[in-house]
């Protein structure tokens, strides 16, 4: 009784998780959505260099999901994003040399 009443809770959250999501990333907040992971992607890439590297693999997925959603201008900001990591880490590691 009580353990399927907390699954019930569990999805209802769940449920609402993702429909904040979708707007956030997709709907009408998907400006504010890419700000956001902007600002993640870029404070990440810059405290750590290597974490670069590791951003761009999510900055091209969200590129590519922008696109196919319709959402040209965003996964253009994407690329551009995916762009200035490459040169950033580039920068940083001819500086180590």
């Known amino acids: 009784m009580i353990l399927s009443f907390l699954i019930g809770i569990l999805l209802s959250v769940l449920t609402d998780m993702n429909e904040v999501a979708t707007a956030l990333f997709f709907g009408g907040f998907s ?31 969200f590129a590519t999901v922008y696109f196919t959603n319709g959402l040209g201008w965003h996964g253009f900001v994407m690329l551009l994003t995916g762009i200035f990591i490459l040169v950033h880490v580039g920068m940083e590691g001819k500086k180590e040399r």
């Not at 959505?33 to 290597?50: D, E, N, R, S």
């Open 31 to 61: 400006w504010l959505g890419l700000l956001i992971m902007l600002m993640f992607i870029v404070g990440l890439t810059m405290a750590w260099k290597y974490m670069g590297l590791l951003m761009l693999v999510p900055t091209v997925i």
